[in-house]
């Protein structure tokens, strides 16, 4: 009797031989696909929310197939929770190592927040303290996703709008100790940093002098939006529904200026322009980077 | 299990930001002893309109029925009482055309639950695991005396829904921006739903072909799925049937009842 058999994991040609290096890439969002794929120019990377690949299989897989052919992927984890108190979700867990091994993605990524409590899980990246006890929690978490990946997670520094009364440590500092804890590299969020900074009434340029930037292996750029807070004061909202502002690209030179050039992600997730406007975005991006090329790390320069 | 001390933040921090009645927690602030509330809801406001995106990306054509603010008005309620429990938002709302059916400002829509169990089935083939549909070939390469023992085995992605409405048709005539001409709502119509490689189908199945699906993807065997579709309707017409279901992909595979 015959079975039904599902189509088998790929094993994908891969036709880039390099790692992705000092190269700007773009969210991917299907509905570029077409656009992507006719293009010549095949420079750049995608990057991809892990959880809208999780389903079995059909049109998502056959799209994502597409594009790893002949793009390096980022596989960016939205919901892990691991910034949350709860043990992390197993079968999650597994699905997003399942992902990791059949798409051999180039940077695997997730963020210093958490989604669900309880049965819910509220879609959205939530706040945490940073305490000794959050900072445990964490690198544990940490710990086990990467025990089950095989390989370094990239975590990335939130954006936030408030703060909690019991934290302890600086973000940058909580950033730093469970980067050295754990051994994971870090994906700097630029906007994120703009954002919490003009949120918090502290300094971006303060934030990224304290930030280790040597385990930096990926960083995001985006678009924010403004609001107001209860003072009437300016709330930036961290939206990725418009281009990167002017302030977040000077930052960011100043980052890779330091850093050497990094993969560099342009995040744009919802009012999406068309594929030329996204990748105009990263042409920027990769632009920056391009005049970096040839530097070296701070840590490694003499001093001229 | 109550988490260890110095990790109930969350516990505090979760249960408002579906509940508009619970004030701000008590845990977080604002930089310099500044307020927190509009900082809070801007996590309130996330949690909420990003779920109620979730479920207008599930249910486009229940959307464009009600209208946009009357979607969000019902799905918002359905939001907070009913959030999802699973991190992947494709999952998401399988209890809406429930609720849809019991929302008191739908009543005079009665059809309207059954499209969106359409549209939940749809996205439910979108993501079904892939596997290659059954050739026709092994059909007709079957000797008649073994056809009424045969079992087919479903494809991962099919599906079939029955409706006491048009759901197929108003369904299929609100799923994109196209004109709508006037549709009675009052005849039944049951669907297949099916998926190749690519794109998701949504036929219509003619009078029986729903029982005699249903048997078949159940499955029972063809001569046991063929005497209850006519029983169902006494026009039933088998070739017809199971060379469209098998047409349309809703099948990997076949065998015989008989072991041998």
């Known amino acids: ?48 929310h892990a959880e809208n690949y999780m389903g079995a299989g059909g049109p998502p897989h056959r799209a994502l197939e597409a594009i790893r052919r002949d793009h390096p992927l980022s596989l960016h984890g939205v919901c892990m929770s691991i910034g949350g108190p709860r043990p992390l979700d197993k079968a999650h867990l597994a699905r997003f190592r399942g992902l990791v091994a059949r798409y051999q993605p180039a940077l695997v990524s997730e963020h210093l927040a958490w989604s669900t409590h309880e049965t819910s899980f509220f879609n959205d990246l939530l706040p945490l303290p940073y305490t000794a006890a959050t900072l445990t929690c964490v690198c544990d978490h940490i710990d086990q996703v990467q025990e089950a990946i095989r390989r370094p997670l990239l975590l990335e520094n939130p954006s936030t709008y408030l703060a909690f009364r019991e934290s302890s440590m600086r973000e940058t500092e909580f950033i730093r100790a469970v980067a050295e804890r754990t051994g994971c590299g870090l994906l700097l969020d630029v906007n994120n940093v703009f954002v919490s900074a003009a949120n918090h009434g502290y300094s971006a340029l303060d934030y990224l002098a304290d930030f280790p930037l040597s385990r930096v292996e990926e960083i995001h750029l985006a678009g924010h939006a403004e609001q107001a807070d209860n003072e009437g004061d300016l709330l930036l909202i961290d939206s990725h529904d418009g281009p990167v502002a002017d302030a977040v690209w000077k930052l960011y030179e100043i980052v890779i200026r330091r850093r050497g ?3 560099t992600l342009i995040e744009w997730d919802s009012k999406i322009p068309d594929w030329p406007v996204l990748q105009a975005e990263a042409a920027a991006a ?4 391009d005049r970096h090329q040839s530097a070296v790390p701070a840590g490694e320069r003499h001093a001229a | 299990m109550p988490p260890e001390p110095g990790l109930c933040f969350a516990a505090s921090f979760a249960p408002a930001l579906l509940d508009p009645a619970r004030s701000t927690p008590e845990l977080v602030t604002g930089p310099n002893g500044k307020a927190a509330g509009r900082r809070y809801d801007v996590y309130r406001n996330n949690v909420t309109v990003s779920l109620i995106d979730a479920l207008a990306a599930i249910y486009p054509a229940v959307q464009r029925i009600t209208g946009v603010d009357f979607f969000r008005a019902m799905a918002r309620l359905h939001v907070r009482s009913n959030p999802p429990t699973s991190p992947l938002l494709f999952e998401y709302g399988r209890d ?69 409405y048009a759901a197929v048709t108003i369904f299929a005539a609100n799923r994109d921006d196209a004109p709508i001409m006037r549709i009675d709502a009052s005849t039944p119509e049951d669907a297949l739903i ?52 098998i047409e349309a992909g809703a099948f990997t595979s076949l065998c015989c009842g008989d072991p041998s």
């Open chain 1, 1 to 48: 009797m015959s079975t039904i058999k599902p189509a088998p994991p790929a094993a994908l040609p891969l036709r880039f031989a390099t790692p992705i290096g000092g190269v700007a890439g773009t969210s991917f969002k299907p509905e570029h696909l077409p656009a992507i794929l006719e293009a010549k120019n095949r420079r750049g990377f995608f990057e991809v």
């Open chain 1, 261 to 263: 050039p990094v993969p």
């Open chain 1, 286 to 289: 990769q632009a920056i980077l």
């Open chain 2, 96 to 164: 809406f055309p429930d609720f849809i059916e019991a929302y008191e400002h739908a009543q005079d829509l009665p059809w309207l639950g059954d499209v969106a169990r359409l549209e939940r089935a749809w996205l439910d083939a979108y993501h079904a695991a892939d596997a290659i549909p059954l050739s026709p070939a092994r059909l007709s390469a079957v000797t008649p005396d073994r056809l009424a023992d045969l079992v087919f085995i479903p494809h991962p992605a099919a599906r079939c829904l029955r409706s006491n």
């Open chain 2, 194 to 245: 099916t998926r190749g490689e690519f794109d998701v189908a949504v036929r219509r199945l003619p009078p029986g072909g729903a029982v005699f699906a249903h048997h078949l993807m159940s499955g029972r065997p063809l001569g046991e799925a063929a005497a209850a579709a006519l029983e169902a309707a006494s026009e039933f017409d088998i070739a017809a049937n199971i060379a469209g279901l």
